[in-house]
């Protein structure tokens, strides 16, 4: 926690956690984790439900999970559409494949998952370098899951970029076709370039431009919602990191005021 916890800074609107490194923590760390979430809002974005896991749903962990959200007051939830595992931990997200089947598989997994949290969750769209399988495009899978499971939508914006450039799709175009009113909270963050034609999500730069600009095509997509800045490594100075906090926060002011004007001019 460090300095953010010693000096929270007053733009940071919300915090977003994973569980799993949480759940079960007591001691100073517990009580220090209570001590935050009391006082600011958060999210858990969750690293291991492999809702696409071809292994039955880890319902033990997910009665865990509720514990620990009902103890922190936490009401948001998010995990990633892909999945990690398959007896045992794969360290990494796996695609899961673009299929009719596949969308009721994932789709039934996700309202039982609600069902067991009595939440409704957000399924992150995911970076994939490979679609094994595919038999539907990336778009009418995601948007399939969430009108079958009847679930909200974490929108990772520099993801949509990262598979634009790789699998040569119009970044715009895919992100205006998925449904704004089921996005709970946005993703931003920046990615290393390893070739001409392949981008690496990595959480580990800063945003470029063309992910700051798709960023505001979701403002005007799906309206301002809460936009978490990850950086996971080579994270630079708290300063230096809230500089990108603070555009973020100067987008949303920008976007706001467009649609009070809207509205203003309608009434």
Known sequence: MGPLADRPPAQVGF?????ENWIGMGGVWGKRLRAFTEQ????CHGLSLSIGSPSPLDETFLQRLKRFLDQHG????SEHLSYCSDDGHLYDLMPIPFTEEA??????RIRRTQDILERRIAMENVSYYAAPGKQMEEIDFINAVLQEADCDLLLDVNNIYVNSINHHYDAEQFL???????????????????????????????????????????????????T????????????????????????QDKWTQQQDTRNAGHS
Do not use: Q, S
């Open 15 to 19: 915090y977003e956690i994973a569980p």
């Open 40 to 43: 600011y809002p958060f999210i």
């Open 74 to 77: 936490i009401k948001g939830y």
């Open 103 to 108: 969308v009721h598989y994932v789709a039934e």
């Open 176 to 226: 205006t076709a998925l449904p704004a009113d089921r996005a709970m909270y946005f993703h931003v963050a920046g990615h290393y370039n390893e070739a001409d034609d392949l981008i690496v999500d990595t959480h580990g730069a800063d945003i470029i431009d063309p992910v700051w600009e798709l960023l505001e095509k979701a403002y005007a997509h799906c309206g301002v919602a809460p």
């Open 228 to 251: 978490l800045l990850e950086r996971d490594f080579n994270i630079p100075p708290l300063p230096e990191l809230l500089g990108e906090v603070d555009r973020i926060v100067a987008l």
